[in-house]
């Protein structure tokens, strides 16, 4: 069992940049990418970026190409979201979660293990 716990969240101006944080409670030898997904009220949780825990590679929803950046410390188990120039439209809950699927991995069905959330909140 893997245990997701996020971190950073918070309220922040159209611009600003904020960095989220994902610690995981055991060893991540079974988890084969991390991925942070968000969902604003009313909407369905949408995939933001996900990184290979091996090797580093990294993909990233169009939206937020260019302007948050995944990463991964093996040695601390955690992935991080620098999120930058952020806007109002990224308003939402963004979670963490973990697959043992290998691949490009976007679907919220791929992911066997999630954070409870953090709230990051954007004002124009």
């Known amino acids: 069992q893997v245990q997701l716990v996020e971190s950073g969240g918070g309220l922040v101006q159209a611009g600003d940049s904020l960095r989220l944080s994902c610690a995981a409670s055991v060893r991540t030898f079974r988890i084969s990418n991390m991925g942070w997904f968000r969902q604003a009220p009313g909407e369905q949780r949408e995939f933001v970026a996900k990184i290979t825990w091996s090797s580093g590679e990294t993909l990233y929803a169009d939206s937020v190409k260019g302007r948050f950046t995944i990463s991964r410390d093996n040695a601390k188990n955690t992935v991080d979201l620098q999120m930058t120039n952020l806007k109002p439209e990224d308003t939402a809950v963004y979670y963490c979660?973990?697959?043992?699927?290998?691949?490009?991995?976007?679907?919220?069905?791929?992911?066997?293990?999630w954070g409870q959330g953090t709230q990051v909140t954007v004002s124009s």
């Open positions: 979660a973990a697959s043992r699927s290998i691949g490009v991995v976007v679907s919220t069905t791929l992911y066997d293990y």
